[in-house]
């Protein structure tokens, strides 16, 4: 099979066009996200094209130092977004979440390369790129099931303090809440694995086929990394839910609410 074909600067240029009947649909729909959308492509490009550069660097030179240096960066700015918007939650409940992504990311991550492709840990080709999919989407299932949790508990607030007062377990009252979360996280991974193949092709796959690799071998590549990613998802998901849910009650089994 042939190798990718190499785009000139002109020829990439040219699907910058695609963002002019953007721009064109968005000011006839009345959607005054114009500047949002020219700032996001120009930040995506800049950023991108930063990180190519530095990648090429350091599968060039190989030095395990750079690949960690780099795999350390992605784990910090993850847990950083993953924060940023959670400044009312108990700092234990953010340890949970920050160390939840960092263990079970690299955990899974060291698994995938080591065990699975049988490369070196340190091999920036194999471990930055998959690291990018199971660390992110990690991030990702964490967000979206700490605010449906913290949502969930804003909602239920008088029912969880007369549950209390009843005599009820605070655990016992904040799990059925954890659970529904976990399971929203799921849906989106889920949702796409049972889109694959049919009724798109994932981003990896089709990366891999565009570069000459044979379709067999990247449709193994996608179910294993679809794999990954959901248990990444489901136990990043699991531990910070159910780590962190131990802060929103004390000692004496009292509620402690979550400030608004």
């Known amino acids: 099979m042939s190798g990718i074909v190499d785009l000139s600067v002109i020829r990439f240029a040219m699907i910058y066009l695609l963002l002019l009947v953007v721009l064109f649909i968005m000011k006839k729909a009345h959607i005054a996200q114009s500047r949002l959308l020219l700032v996001a492509s120009i930040r995506m490009t800049v950023q991108l094209v930063?990180?190519?550069f530095v990648l090429e660097y350091i599968i060039y030179t190989k030095n395990p130092i750079y690949t960690l240096l780099f795999l350390?960066?992605?784990i910090g700015f993850s847990i950083?977004?993953?924060l940023k918007n959670q400044k009312k939650l108990p700092r234990y409940f953010k340890w949970a979440m920050s160390l939840a992504l960092l263990i079970s990311g690299v955990?899974?991550?060291?698994?995938?390369?080591?065990g699975v492709v049988k490369q070196s840990f340190f091999n920036g080709q194999y471990t930055i790129p998959l690291a990018g999919m199971i660390i992110g989407n990690s991030m990702t299932g964490i967000n979206i099931a700490v605010k449906s949790f913290v949502e969930s508990v804003d909602q239920e607030r008088l029912k969880i303090q007369t549950l209390l007062n009843l005599g009820i377990e605070p655990e016992a009252i904040l799990r059925p809440m954890a659970n529904?979360?976990?399971e929203t996280a799921l849906i989106p991974t889920l949702n796409s694995m049972l889109g694959l193949g049919i009724i798109f092709l994932p981003g990896m796959m089709t990366g891999q086929i565009l570069s000459g690799t044979l379709p067999?071998?990247?449709i193994m590549y996608q179910i294993a990394i679809m794999i990954a990613i959901a248990a990444s998802v489901c136990i990043a998901v699991f531990f910070a839910l159910y780590i962190g849910l131990k802060s929103l009650y004390n000692s004496e089994k009292q509620f402690i609410p979550i400030e608004n």
């Open 107 to 114: 955990l899974i991550l060291i698994f995938f390369v080591v």
């Open 180 to 182: 529904r979360a976990l």
């Open 80 to 82: 950083y977004l993953m």
């Open 72 to 74: 350390a960066l992605m």
């Open 216 to 218: 067999t071998t990247a």
């Open 50 to 52: 930063i990180v190519g």
